[in-house]
């Protein structure tokens, strides 16, 4: 089913046209992206349900014009007088960066020179969120949780949240007319788990490009979320060290993701806070390892036609064969660094900044198999489930949390249990000690990234099984 | 105006039962700067309303209140805001939840600080605050590398079926500056947020020329040792973090959902505590905080209210539908938590061996099972002898492990939504060499 685009865009294009051209009477470079996106968050809880609309919705413009020396933007969300915009822009934005000229603290660069460029792209996904009814949804998801219960008697909550989001983007400058418009879904299981005092949780993250198929996924996941929460109850400890770890998909992702794919965000590079640029065209990785990113390098939730900047969508090969080729770009700083844009500037909302970011970051799968993988671990873990990560581009330090691991002796994996589990370390020295990397591919994208603790966007993740040396704690 | 044309619709709706509108209107300065240099500069201004709709219903003898939150903007004409409502209302009818009611009008206990910022133009602040910001930059071996400011004007109004007419105005700096330093050849840095809701002059120099010192010590900073059996010493952000699990265990929320299991009158640090006793308060008006607010979202006017004391549950907290299932009195929805500070001075906490960690990557407390930990990215080990500031490696554990003897420092420290002790000295944490 397609995936119509904004009827709201669609109007709004005879006064975004009138904007750009005043507009452009005054600056050299102006662009206007219209952002329609609306979606629906569905939850229910044991004690709880939940219907709206979600925190991803948003409706309005961002401008973007030269101010002769850089960029200055201004966001709103009114058909307002164009006239009037045009004096915000000038006395406010105008006036600060003249401000700043005069004392000569700003940064310079040159102005966009874009190629023309019109096209309307329409994703379609295989059942559109509007044909499925509100009651129907709400019946499937209680019936999740109803299940779960029949599962376990150590359960005290399950959740279970669909969100589908329905994205409508409209880029225009003076030599692009750009629209886009597409669908995707996330849905979350969450057990939560009690013996005594002792509570634990887990859960299962679903995405895609995806319409309500989605729920069909959910429904199959429900079981094995719930053992797995109870199966933490008995969780211990991990002793702190140096381990041989395989790394589920999921965790394999968390690592391409936080602890290098944040690095090569170029933006890091103009700002001198990488350290990938020390790495450009060396050996950064084992020979085992290829790693991608972009829109156009998977079909996951951060799969566009074109970026927040009028770029159009790539596939980066970031990692070829353990050869750092190259990090990821928005427009400015590809200007800045006087490289290729790859279609990597993401705003969170059109209220906010465009900056360098992931898409769809993942490593290639390899040739090993899993069981493989096991049988050549004497003493280890293998590492399930993804908690969250923070990136240190500067440093290469790296923390991932990671929900638990199973351990492995002698080649078989056992029945204890470890958990929850930080994983730190040296980028560069974890990238190297991948020794097996199996034939699985697996991105998810639930969740949302941020950039420091701020500017959250979607993006997915993933990779095959990867066999690493790593630090636990 | 929008609102009364949004207020006309949901009126005409016979089987919407109430309706509570929350309209927030929002301009923001931001500047960019990289090094010294403005890299770009933004201004935003937008209006939304968030418009929750309830209806009630039975079914098998069972009563029901559904609801549904929709966003409404300023572009909708007449006909998509009475499609929005349609759907919402179609929507709450398949939200079986208990009954529970909307907030009446009530007076506002005590007084709101208005903030300076809202003297003189946003534009105007925003130039002062980067000016104050970049006159802490003359370290020799450390600089900001990079900054982000945003100056906010959150102006809200919230309505609703039963007569809550109330507005206010809230401010929000939020700063992001990265710090580097150098030595022997490699630079490392360090991330920083400053937030406030009002300007006190001098507070964003002294916290940069904080974090340009430290980051100086992050760079001479040796790899974690591998040490066992040492007390840590939690200080700066990571406290607030760690001391927000019992802001958690006490929610009428989470006790509502079966995620927390305290109760009024337990003792929440375990049995048998030995070290200091908490006594938390959640406090709607800290001077400076910009999570301090006079009403929450339901229109519900805020007051300072004591939740544990001694170590002993006091009450619940919570907005006023899980305060209303649990058939306690309201305290409303916020995050701004306060915790009191012990007997002992910072600087004995420091005697003997020790472990201080004052910046971790992303140090996080699990509000459900207790779980907390993170990796260092700066730290001081003391040997008994000698004190040496160490990065990399990372510290875990369990609140349950480690409550029972923890100590509070007697100095405060003011961060983000909490004002909570300076440091906290903790036993049985497990520490990862780096």
């Known amino acids: 089913m397609r995936v119509k685009f904004s009827s709201f865009l669609t109007e709004a294009k005879p006064f975004l046209e009138n904007l750009l051209k005043k507009l452009s009477q005054e600056y050299e470079y102006v662009s206007i992206l219209g952002s329609d996106t609306f979606s629906k968050r569905y939850i229910v809880t044991t004690k709880d349900t939940n219907i709206g609309d979600s925190s991803w919705n948003e409706r309005g413009f961002v401008v973007r014009v030269y101010n002769g020396i850089n960029y200055s933007e201004f966001s709103f969300n009114e058909i307002a007088d164009v006239e009037e915009i045009v004096d915000k822009i000038r006395n406010d934005l105008i006036v600060t960066s003249d401000r700043f000229k005069r004392s000569g603290r700003i940064s310079k660069y040159p102005l966009i020179e874009e190629a023309e460029l019109e096209g309307s792209f329409e994703e379609n996904v295989e059942i559109l969120p509007s044909k499925i009814s509100t009651d129907e949804k709400v019946r499937k998801l209680s019936a999740m949780k109803d299940r779960a219960y029949k599962i376990s008697s150590k359960l005290v909550n399950f959740w279970v949240i669909y969100e589908e989001v329905n994205v409508n983007k409209y880029f225009l400058s003076t030599k692009r007319r750009l629209s886009q418009s597409y669908v995707w879904s996330q849905g979350y299981l969450q057990a939560f788990a009690r013996d005594a005092e002792k509570t634990k949780y887990s859960y299962e993250g679903f995405s895609g490009l995806k319409g309500v198929e989605l729920l069909d996924e959910m429904e199959n996941g429900v079981e094995k979320v719930v053992k797995e929460a109870e199966t933490l109850l008995g969780s211990e400890k991990i002793e702190p060290g140096e381990y041989d770890v395989i790394c589920s998909p999921d965790v394999a992702g968390l690592i391409a993701h936080e602890a290098f794919g944040h690095g090569v965000e170029m933006d890091m590079f103009v700002k001198e806070r990488a350290k990938a640029t020390e790495y450009m065209g060396k050996e950064i990785a084992s020979p085992l390892v290829t790693m991608h990113d972009g829109a156009a390098a998977a079909r996951q939730v951060s799969s566009y036609f074109f970026d927040d900047e009028g770029t159009l969508a790539t596939d980066t090969v970031i990692i070829d064969h353990g050869i750092l080729k190259t990090g990821i770009s928005d427009l400015l700083s590809a200007m800045k660094l006087g490289t290729r844009p790859t279609g990597n500037g993401k705003r969170e909302s059109f209220e906010r900044k465009a900056y360098s970011r992931m898409t769809n970051t993942f490593f290639a799968s390899g040739q090993d198999k899993l069981e493989d993988m096991i049988s050549s671990i004497k003493y280890g873990y293998l590492l399930e489930k993804m908690s969250s990560g923070m990136e240190d581009p500067k440093n290469w330090g790296i923390q991932c949390m990671i929900l638990y691991g199973r351990e492995i002796k002698e080649g078989k994996l056992t029945d204890r249990i470890v958990s929850p589990i930080i994983m730190t370390g040296y980028v560069p020295a974890l990238l190297k000690s991948i020794s097996m990397v199996s034939e699985d591919l697996q991105l998810s994208g639930t969740g949302a990234c941020g950039k420091g603790h701020k500017e959250f966007v979607k993006v997915s993740s993933g990779g095959p099984y990867i066999k690493a040396k790593v630090r636990l704690g | ?434």
């Not at chain 2, 929002?26 to 240099?37: T, V």
């Not at chain 2, 770009?40 to 418009?51: P, Y």
Request: glycine share 6%; hydrophobic share 35%; aromatic share 12%.
């Open chain 2, 1 to 434: 105006m929008m609102i009364d044309k949004i207020i006309k619709i949901l009126k005409t709706r016979k089987e919407i039962d109430d309706w509570k509108i929350v309209q927030n209107d929002d301009d923001a300065q931001e500047l960019f700067f990289i090094r010294k240099a403005l890299d770009m500069n933004r201004a935003k201004s937008t209006q939304k309303f968030f418009v929750t709709l309830y209806h009630d219903f039975e079914e098998n003898d069972q009563k029901y209140r559904g609801s549904s939150t929709s966003i409404i903007y300023p572009t909708m004409k007449s006909d998509e805001i009475e499609e929005t409502v349609n759907d919402a209302l179609f929507s709450s009818k398949f939200v079986k939840n208990s009954p529970y009611p909307l907030a009446k009008p009530s007076k506002m206990e005590g007084h709101f600080t208005s903030s300076k910022y809202s003297s003189g133009d946003l534009s105007e602040w925003i130039h002062k605050i980067s000016e104050e910001l970049y006159s802490a930059d003359r370290f020799m071996n450390s600089w900001i590398n990079s900054s982000e400011l945003f100056l906010k004007r959150n102006k809200f109004r919230v309505i609703n079926s039963k007569g809550v007419d109330v507005s206010w105005e809230l401010y929000k700096l939020y700063i992001e500056f990265i710090t580097t330093s150098k030595r022997k050849g490699e630079e490392v840095e360090l991330y920083s947020i400053i937030e406030n809701s009002d300007f006190e002059n001098g507070e964003i120099y002294e916290k940069v020329s904080q974090a340009l010192e430290i980051t100086e010590e992050r760079a001479n900073a040796i790899s974690m040792p591998a040490v066992k059996g040492l007390p840590v010493l939690l200080s700066g952000e990571a406290v607030g973090e760690f001391l927000k699990y019992y802001l958690y265990k006490s929610s009428a929320r989470y006790f509502y959902e079966h995620l927390s299991t305290a109760k009024t009158g337990d003792t929440i640090q375990g049995d048998d505590p030995s070290g200091d006793m908490i006594t938390m308060y959640i406090d709607p008006s800290v001077n400076g905080s910009s999570y301090s607010t006079p009403y929450d979202e339901d229109g519900l006017p805020l007051r300072k209210v004591k939740i544990i004391e001694n170590g002993i549950m006091k009450r619940y907290w919570g907005e006023l539908k899980y305060a209303y299932y649990l058939k306690v009195k309201p305290t409303g929805q916020l995050t701004n938590f306060t915790v009191n500070g012990g007997k002992i001075s910072e600087a004995s906490l420091q005697e003997g061996r020790y472990l201080k960690l004052l910046s971790f990557s992303d140090f996080q407390s699990d509000p459900m099972t207790g779980d907390f930990g993170g990796e260092v990215r700066l730290g001081w080990y003391n040997d008994g002898e000698s004190t040496v500031p160490v990065s990399g490696g990372s510290i875990s554990g369990n609140i349950s492990e480690v409550q029972s003897n923890m100590i509070f420092s007697k100095e405060i420290q003011k961060d983000k939504n909490f004002v909570v002790p300076k440091m906290i000295k903790l036993s049985n944490v497990k520490i990862s060499a780096g």
